[in-house]
């Protein structure tokens, strides 16, 4: 029974290496490809910190939240849904170590789809002297199915080099016989402010006008994709 037992890991063993090794004798091609698109953000997110600091101690945090929340409704956002509350922690400390007394502070968190929108927002916040807000990121909503949109891209591109390269030695490419989905990649080249545009607040604009914010647009996100195939010349 012992020596049964120890011939079995090696038939199986030589039977792998059989197989391996007629994989690596196939007459094959390797080629790669990449294919890449730019994409508008849809999901812009901005970071609103409320402080009392802002109005000198003269408005509660809560008087600030509750005229943010009726500002942002009035935008047409839909609050329950669109704004969060981040974690406090972090905020409490940063203004205790600062100030002799302590100035409560909230930050949330808001996600608009589109800049024109997100530039109402920090207009319209900054009447209610709430000025805190900044570009946290950008996303796009649909990057899981566009990424497979372009490794099908990718593969047909693939084996498109490799019928070009084949062709001229009379050779034909046959079934792929190995696939490396080797690299993807979303490029969001964004720090923490809208690139290429400046967003001016109604602070900065003139008192008797109306500020009506243009039509812009975030830099898009560059989603990208490798495949590595290796076809069968047959």
């Not at 406090?88 to 996600?111: A, D, G, P, R």
Request: net charge positive; hydrophobic share 40%.
């Amino acid at each position: 029974m012992k020596k049964i037992v120890l011939l079995l890991p090696l038939l199986f063993i030589t039977k792998n290496f059989s197989q391996t090794k007629n994989f690596i004798d196939l007459p094959y091609i390797e080629t790669s490809a990449k294919v890449d698109t730019l994409v508008t953000p849809d999901r812009i997110f901005l970071t609103i910190l409320i402080t009392e600091k802002d109005t000198k101690n003269r408005t509660s945090v809560e008087e600030l939240e509750s005229k943010m929340n009726l500002k942002l409704k009035s935008l047409g956002i839909i609050t329950e849904k669109q704004l969060t509350l981040n974690d406090l922690t972090s905020n409490y400390k940063k203004y205790f170590l600062k100030q002799q007394e302590i100035l409560k502070t909230k930050s949330y968190s808001l996600v608009v789809y589109d800049a024109k929108t997100a530039s109402k927002v920090i207009a319209a916040l900054e009447e209610e002297e709430i000025s805190n807000v900044s570009l946290e990121k950008t996303e796009y909503s649909k990057t899981e199915q566009l990424l497979l949109i372009l490794k099908g891209k990718a593969i047909v591109k693939a084996k498109n080099t490799a019928i070009a390269l084949t062709k001229p030695l009379n050779q034909k490419v046959g079934n792929a016989i190995y696939i490396s989905d080797s690299n993807s990649t979303v490029s969001n080249m964004l720090s923490g402010r809208v690139q290429g545009v400046q967003i001016r607040g109604f602070a900065s604009m003139n008192a008797e006008s109306d500020y009506d914010p243009i039509d812009i647009a975030f830099d898009k996100i560059k989603i990208e994709t490798q495949i590595n195939v290796n076809f069968k010349l047959e």
